[in-house]
Nanobody, 116 residues
Framework: QVQLVESGGGSVRPGGSLILSCIASELLFSSDVLGWYRQPPGKQRGFVASFTSTSSSLYADSVKGRFTISMDNAKRKVDLQMNSLKPEDAAVYYC??????????WGQGTQVTVSS
């Protein structure tokens, strides 16, 4: 079972930046999907960004041009660089990986607060 541990959440003013990191407990395959979801208060969890099996990145429309997802060569760490943060970006951010088996694993989440 893969364990995912997120870090880097915190509080920032609108327009600020944060980097979220997620480390997996084992080496992942290039065919696995790695990425991030988020859950704002009182809302459902929604897709943010991911690396697909072809190592191409996907982004939710709401974060395109502001967020950048990256993964290290060892396939154990994925980062989410978040720039120009808005109050509506405030949420608990969850790292996930979807293995080729179809099983999805989730991290415990890290809180991001955006307020003045």
């Amino acid at each position: 079972q893969v364990q995912l541990v997120e870090s880097g959440g915190g509080s920032v003013r609108p327009g600020g930046s944060l980097i979220l990191s997620c480390i997996a407990s084992e080496l992942l395959f290039s065919s696995d999907v790695l990425g991030w979801y988020r859950q704002p208060p009182g809302k459902q969890r929604g897709f943010v960004a991911s690396f697909t099996s072809t190592s191409s990145s996907l982004y939710a429309d709401s974060v395109k041009g502001r967020f950048t997802i990256s993964m290290d060569n060892a396939k154990r760490k994925v980062d989410l660089q978040m720039n120009s943060l808005k109050p509506e970006d405030a949420a608990v951010y969850y790292c996930y990986t979807r293995r080729t088996s179809g099983i999805t694993y989730w991290g415990q989440g890290t809180q991001v607060t955006v307020s003045s």
